[in-house]
């Protein structure tokens, strides 16, 4: 199932700032085999079909962070750890690579940001912890849905939702910024009132930091593996979402909708939906404690 690989740079600049500047991911290819993961794209240049299956592992990425970190051009500038595949999947259990990128954050003092859909994550609390009290640190999970039925369906190798939520709240005794990222919302099946009720309502008593909503995409591969899921597990779907997806997105008029209910359930459970204030925030404190020390 694993395959090791070596890795030529360990971050990856992106071309945009989204807020942070770097990428870095462990793995290629990903275990949780979200039925609409936008990153089934990614193993095209390694010519292998099956991104759920045929997991890549970069077993040099230590050595190789720890070459650009230590660099003089490296700027502490934010990663997001696990942008494609997650960090924290099956694999990591195994291989154990986290620790030791945490490790790294801490000795040169680079924040980061880790979202994640295991609890796996907690084996790792003390590092965290540690990583959160020197610089910037965001702990996000990714939740669509409370019915658990769903979810195992959407999300057959991801944590249950309750155990992540179990998880933020964890966190949430850390200086860690806390964020639920609801994503992707799925027309017809998650966008109903009382699944977003649910999930804000669990976000609220975690403390997150605040809650990220998107709607589905459907480009490339996802939309006909997506498709194909929902066709054979919810038909009744079928013709409405090929209704309402003409492209890539849902249209303007259902997100308005979608985001009017969204945006009052957020405003009732008093809720942020800034996901860079935390992390603007936090810069500005350490800007002004290393001015004091300066001054001093």
């Not at 849905?145 to 964890?170: T, W, Y």
Request: glycine share 4%; aromatic share 12%; net charge neutral.
């Amino acid at each position: 199932m694993y395959k090791e690989m070596k890795c030529t740079a360990a971050c990856n600049k992106l071309k945009r700032k989204i807020p942070y500047s770097w990428d870095l991911n462990i793995y290629r290819g990903c275990e949780h085999g979200c039925k609409y993961c936008y990153a089934m794209y990614s193993h095209d240049y390694l010519e292998n079909e099956e991104f759920f299956k045929g997991i890549y592992v970069k077993t040099n990425i230590v050595e190789v962070l720890e070459q650009q970190l230590a660099s003089s051009n490296w700027k502490r500038e934010v990663i997001n750890l696990g942008g494609v595949t997650d960090s924290y999947q099956p694999a990591e259990a195994l291989y154990q690579i986290m620790p030791d990128i945490l490790k790294l954050l801490i000795r040169y003092q680079t924040p980061c940001i880790i979202s994640t859909k295991s609890d796996l994550i907690l084996r790792d609390y003390d590092l965290i912890d540690e990583l959160s009290r020197i610089t910037y640190v965001n702990i996000a999970a990714t939740i669509t849905c409370m019915d658990e039925a769903v979810q195992k369906m959407l999300e057959p190798g991801g944590a249950d939702s309750l155990k992540r939520f179990e998880m933020l709240k964890s966190f949430s005794k850390t200086n860690a910024s806390i964020g639920l990222h609801f994503m992707p919302i799925i027309p017809y099946l998650t966008d109903n009132y009382e699944n977003i009720d649910s999930l804000y309502s669990y976000a609220r008593d975690c403390h997150v930091s605040y809650v990220l909503p998107g709607t589905l995409y459907l480009r490339g591969k996802t939309r006909n593996v997506f498709y194909a899921f929902i066709n054979k597990e919810y038909p009744n779907l079928y013709e409405p979402l090929k209704s309402l997806y003409q492209t890539g997105g849902a249209p303007k008029e259902y997100k308005n909708e979608l985001y009017k209910t969204v945006n009052s359930i957020r405003e009732k459970y008093g809720l942020s939906s800034s996901y860079s204030a935390p992390m603007k925030e936090k810069m500005k404190r350490e800007e002004y404690v290393q001015l004091t020390l300066f001054d001093s």
